[in-house]
């Protein structure tokens, strides 16, 4: 069964820093991509980072320059550094392989953790 654990979220003022960090089990974390997602209140879920298993990343444009997505294999743990953050970053964010795994008809998704920008 695939477990996905988010955490680090919180309240942080514009400009700021945010870690996140993703505790994955099962085996989709060393064979897959696996990526960061956001989803904004009356938003669709996107995918705002990813990394391949051997560390080759990708960001969405809005984020790129300024977000940080790596992986740890021995630790199974993924991590998403977002500095210089903005209003708009404000989100619940979730970890994930990508395309997001599913468990027959579902995606399976974890709690996520809500990330607050103030201006």
Known sequence: ??????????????????????????????????????????KQRELVAGVTSSGNTKYADSV??????????????????????????TAVYYCNKDPPYRNGDLEVWGQGTLVTVSS
Request: hydrophobic share 35%.
């Open 64 to 89: 790129k320059g300024r977000f940080h997505i790596s992986r740890d294999n021995a630790k199974k743990t993924l991590y998403l550094q977002m500095n210089s953050l903005k209003p708009e970053d």
């Open 1 to 42: 069964q695939v477990q996905l654990v988010e955490s680090g979220g919180g309240l942080v003022q514009a400009g700021g820093s945010l870690r996140l960090s993703c505790a994955i089990s099962g085996r989709i974390f060393v064979i897959n991509v696996m990526g960061w997602y956001r989803q904004a209140p009356g």
